[in-house]
């Protein structure tokens, strides 16, 4: 005689609306997801916050500003612009700040461009001590510099020129922007220049007609640092320009803060005019800006 055995079933579990779904899949909760952008919005507000509170003493009063400088302005006061523009001659030092911004950023995308290819593509005979050098030379501080090069400046008549002010700049950054574009060239494919070779175009050609299209955004991005780090320099500028009528934007600043120590609210207005170009282009830029770094390669890990 044969017994029938009751088949075991596993009792299934109730589904918890916290943890499970109506399908009984385990739901997952966006606590990564909210970490980050928790964390992006306070990043966000410590990088905005000062720019945001300068500009605000800016419109102020120096009375306002005394009795209360963290909140906002009762009586926008935009005269402080003008005043600030027209007593710290702003105008000669933003102009001196285009001029070698420019230079410096032009200069910079040519020779480390050049470098950048001869270092990816050709065979160069030293080229890994030459990599060598130019880590060693983005790692040592500027300032061992500044008295060798004052004096070969002075000597060489480019002392108090803002043409010999970019050729130094050219020298800081070019390491730097070196790197980069070589890290972003190695990330482009070589059938379009093996192609272009195999009809005849030498490695100018190549490198103007196919190489530099291909690379334009970390051209891009190698004048954008440069033009910045150019832009916000001050140690090189306050010592090699002299003149008042070649000063950039950060020595005429400089000077205007200290001859207006007391007058809190016109120094506000123009550090914010100091920082309002700079912040304009970036903002602007900043999508390609980003692509070019991390089509580089060192968008950091």
């Known amino acids: 005689m044969s017994i029938a055995v009751p088949s075991r079933t596993p ?27 928790v ?3 306070a990043l966000a507000i410590f990088s905005l916050g000062p720019i945001v509170l300068f500009f605000f003493n800016s419109l102020k009063t120096n009375s306002e500003y005394a009795a209360d400088s963290l909140g906002l302005p009762t009586s926008w006061t935009w005269s402080n612009f003008t005043t600030a523009w027209t007593q710290a001659n702003m105008g000669a030092g933003l102009w001196n700040s285009a001029v070698i911004v ?28 030459f990599m060598t050098y130019l880590l060693v030379a983005t790692s040592l501080p500027s300032q061992m510099f500044l008295v060798p090069l004052f004096y070969m400046w002075a000597k060489a008549g480019l002392y108090d020129s803002r ?21 972003f060239m190695l990330g482009l494919p070589r059938e379009m220049e093996e192609a ?3 009809d005849g175009a030498g490695e100018l050609r190549v490198f103007l007609r196919i190489v530099v299209p291909n690379m334009l955004p970390g051209i891009l991005t190698v ?18 320009i002299q003149s008042d009528s070649k000063m ?14 007391q007058n809190f609210t016109l120094i506000s207005a123009a550090g914010f005019i100091m920082i309002a170009p700079m912040l304009i282009l970036f903002l602007a830029l900043q999508r390609r800006f980003i692509n070019g770094l991390a089509n580089s390669g060192m968008g950091g890990v």
């Not at 002010?165 to 070589?182: D, M, N």
């Open 11 to 37: 009792a299934r579990k109730a589904p918890n609306d916290r943890t499970a779904s109506a399908d009984g899949r385990r739901r997952r909760f966006p606590v990564g997801r909210t970490t980050v952008y």
């Open 39 to 41: 964390v992006l919005t």
């Open 102 to 129: 420019i230079g410096t950023a032009a200069i910079t995308c040519v020779v480390a461009g050049l470098a950048a290819y001869a270092l990816a593509r050709l065979n160069v005979h030293g080229a890994s001590g």
């Open 163 to 183: 043409f010999g002010l970019v050729l130094i700049y050219c020298g800081l950054f070019s390491p730097f922007a070196t790197l980069l574009l070589r890290s």
């Open 196 to 198: 272009a070779r195999v």
């Open 223 to 240: 004048a954008l640092t440069t033009g910045l780090a150019a832009y916000n320099e001050f140690l090189f500028a306050v010592t090699m």
């Open 248 to 261: 950039p934007l950060s020595t005429t600043f400089f000077s205007f803060q200290q001859g207006f120590t």
